[in-house]
């Protein structure tokens, strides 16, 4: 009974031996529907791959075909650049020596011209120091009318300091020349176009003893006393051994307008 069990499974066994002794890819690639489809797909793969190949062969040689413009393009701006570098650089060199000609002229006419450094320094196209007087004015605390302080205060101050004698004068380091205006504009106080705030410092450049003697005997000078006494603004006059004033914006020399006559001395 044993041996005819035994020689059952052993059947068995042979059979699914040979029952799946085929791959499974065997079924895919014998003829029918499946070998249909498989060569269907090798196909369709070639032909992406063709095209590929075709896109990339027509990349490649347009690429070559127009890398002779882009390498003519490319030395041709380098060499538009290196150019305008040498160019810039005369220029700046040709600047340079405009410059340290017109600083010969300028010291060459100063020498022959002792006169021309007064008149520059007069225009306020000279930078000055030497003695002078130190004015310091500012708006009373209350905030009241009274002791407010306004351009045309300034303005005041400033002709008086020049009849008092000053030889150049600064508004919070803005040097006052022939051209410079001191005027309210959006509601503050503007010196040569350029905002200025109390408290207000004015250097006066000159005799300094005589400047504040003056000075205290102007009328101007009186109502600023008055006004301290009486409205609370700051108003102090301090002699110094030693002022500096720069020279006026070079747009505040240039005369626009008027033209000098030929021949006029």
Not at 93 to 105: I, P
Not at 241 to 246: A, E
């Amino acid at each position: 009974m044993a041996d005819r069990d035994g020689a059952a499974q052993a059947e068995g066994l042979l059979e699914q031996i040979a029952d799946t002794a085929l791959d499974d890819d065997y079924y895919v690639v014998r003829p029918g529907p499946y070998s249909q489809s498989r060569e269907f797909n090798t196909v369709l793969t070639g032909a992406v791959l063709a095209v590929f190949a075709l896109l990339v062969a027509t990349a490649a040689f347009q690429t070559r075909n127009d890398r002779p413009a882009t390498e003519q393009e490319r030395a041709t701006l380098i060499g538009n650049i290196a150019s305008r570098k040498d160019s810039l650089a005369g220029r700046e060199s040709t600047a340079r020596k405009l410059r340290a000609e017109v600083e010969d002229l300028s010291t060459s006419v100063s020498r022959f011209d002792p006169d021309l450094e007064t008149l520059r320094l007069q225009a306020a196209d000279r930078g000055a120091t030497g003695p002078g007087i130190s004015v310091v004015v500012a708006p009373s605390s209350d905030g009241s009318a009274e002791g407010s302080i306004s351009d045309q205060d300034l303005q005041v101050l400033v002709n008086s300091l020049w009849y008092a004698g000053a030889e150049a004068i600064a508004v919070n380091n803005k040097r006052i020349g022939t051209l410079t205006s001191i005027r309210t504009a959006g509601g503050v106080i503007k010196v040569n176009y350029r905002t200025i705030a109390p408290p207000y410092v004015i250097k006066a450049i000159g005799d300094a003893d005589a400047l504040q003697d003056r000075f205290a005997g102007t009328d101007t000078g009186e109502s600023w006393l008055r006004r301290r006494n009486g409205a609370g603004v700051r108003f102090t006059v301090t002699p110094s051994s030693s002022l500096t004033v720069d020279a006026a914006a070079t747009d505040r020399l240039k005369i626009r307008k008027a033209t000098a006559i030929k021949g006029d001395a």
